[in-house]
């Protein structure tokens, strides 16, 4: 190894039982070193593949400059081979800060710091300012998978690095680290499901509760108490009376000067709070040349100009589907079964002001195309209990964490035991808000 923060190193390990130096770990210093083909297989193979792990995606942070050394993302790929062929792989970043991860840690840094001792560099097994889970350790089998773990580990501990976060990542994951000994955290989501749990008297001998989809938006809002409902209403009829109107775009259908649109609303959101925006215009210029087909994006009107955006992100379907611009309150769009695809709240902006905007820009219009389109399910993002008005539940997403320092790690255990019960109680409390009806 080079430095703290840089330089490719190769080594050879004897795993799984195989004839030793059969098994090859390599330490990458970019995504683009790998074959994006090879890289998007082995995604497609794993339990909770995202869009946000495709080697498109993780290749325009780097292009774009928006993960970079300059910003305080030094990205590093662990990968295992045998005789050329990749096996497992994680992408990871070493960093000086705690921005844009979503799992926060700062508290931990600053104990570091009254102690004397340096919390940066630290490494994130993350995907850049996206809190979306999914699998993060890419491996053909769970074995493999454990041993991309200690490979990581051993990497981390001779670069001295503080402490290893695995962020948002699925049960295979967190199976891994817990073989390795590395310490659990939840934080809490808030997700739509698409699911017409309330029409029992629909189910047959050949269809389950699960299998059931609200047929359209009104057939969504009837699970919901009278409440929420009465407030939805409300709300959608804001903007509505506004004059502001909604058109909905997919994949290739989404313009340049969509996408111009949505940077200049994006990049508003950002300004408005005094922060520089996380992504560059030349990472959206990226996914809409290299992953159209993961994106749908929704624009607000008033007499004809552009007012407002807000962008999704869905995971592509097995079989190509038509992109073209239709309406979502069309009927005959809606869908009768649910066909695994998942949507992610990403991004918004607005240029004016409209009452209730944002709810129906970030929520409603995206269930309602969710609805029509048989989306498995939403997801809202980090943070945010207002979303559970908008029927979006709650949800713990958990993330794995390996501390060097003994006495810190030690401290962090105890301190990740009072947190999580503490997340307990707090997730069976919102559970008691829910906004649908009771059976």
């Known amino acids: 190894m080079k430095s703290k923060l840089g330089g490719e190193a190769t080594g050879a390990r ?6 030793e130096n059969t098994i090859i770990t390599r330490v990458l210093t970019s995504v683009q070193q790998l074959d994006a083909q090879n890289w998007n297989a082995l995604l497609a193979s794993q339990s909770t593949p995202t869009p946000f792990m495709r080697h498109e995606y993780l290749a325009a942070m780097e292009q774009s400059g928006s993960a970079t050394p300059e ?38 840094a600053r104990a570091y710091e009254q102690h004397g001792l340096p919390y940066y560099p630290k490494a994130v097994m993350a995907v850049p300012f996206t809190p979306a889970p999914g699998s993060r350790l890419l491996a053909r089998t769970q074995a ?27 049960t295979d994951d967190l199976a891994a680290c817990t073989a390795a000994g590395w310490m659990q955290r939840s934080t809490v989501q808030f ?53 502001v109107s909604f058109r909905v775009m997919e994949g290739d259908n989404i313009s340049t000067e969509d996408w111009n649109f949505f940077y200049r ?11 520089a925006p996380y992504l560059s215009p030349a ?16 624009v607000a009107e008033y007499e004809g100009q552009a007012i407002a955006s807000s962008l999704i992100a869905v995971s592509a379907s097995s079989a ?25 709240g990403r991004y918004w902006g607005a240029l004016q002001r409209v009452d209730s905007l ?31 008005a908008r029927a979006l539940l709650p949800i713990e997403t958990p993330s794995a964490h390996w501390v060097a320092h003994p006495a810190f790690a030690d401290a962090i255990a105890r301190f990740l035991q009072r947190e999580g019960e503490g997340m307990a109680d707090y997730v069976q409390d919102l559970k008691t808000h829910s906004p649908l009806r009771k059976a």
């Open 358 to 388: 944002h709810f129906e820009a970030c929520y409603y219009q995206p269930i309602e195309w969710c609805i029509a389109n048989g989306i498995t399910r939403f997801e809202g993002g980090a943070q945010g209990e207002h979303k559970m």
């Open 191 to 243: 997700h739509w499901t698409n699911k017409a749990s309330t029409r029992p008297e629909e189910l047959t001998n050949t269809a389950s509760r699960e299998s059931i989809v609200w047929r359209d938006f009104d057939d969504f809002l009837a699970s919901l108490n009278q409440e929420k409902r009465k407030k939805i209403r409300q709300e959608r009829r804001k903007v509505r009376d506004a004059g």
């Open 71 to 108: 910003t305080g993302w030094v990205i590093r790929v662990i990968t295992i081979w045998d005789q050329g062929e990749l096996l497992a792989a994680c992408p990871l970043y070493i960093k000086t800060h705690s921005y844009g991860e979503y799992v926060f840690d700062w508290a931990w």
């Open 144 to 170: 493999l998978r454990v041993a991309l773990v200690q490979a990581i580990q051993e990497w981390a501990e001779s670069l001295q690095l503080s402490s290893l976060h695995l962020l948002f990542g699925d």
């Open 283 to 298: 990472f959206f210029e990226a996914m809409a040349g290299a992953m159209p087909e993961n994106w749908v994006m929704f």
């Open 265 to 275: 609303c994006y990049e508003r959101t950002y300004l408005e709070h005094g922060n």
């Open 14 to 19: 004897d795993n799984q039982g195989m004839a």
């Open 320 to 344: 190509t589907t038509s992109a073209s611009n239709h309406s979502i309150n069309d009927a005959d769009n809606a869908q009768t079964a649910i066909n695994n695809r998942v949507a992610y």
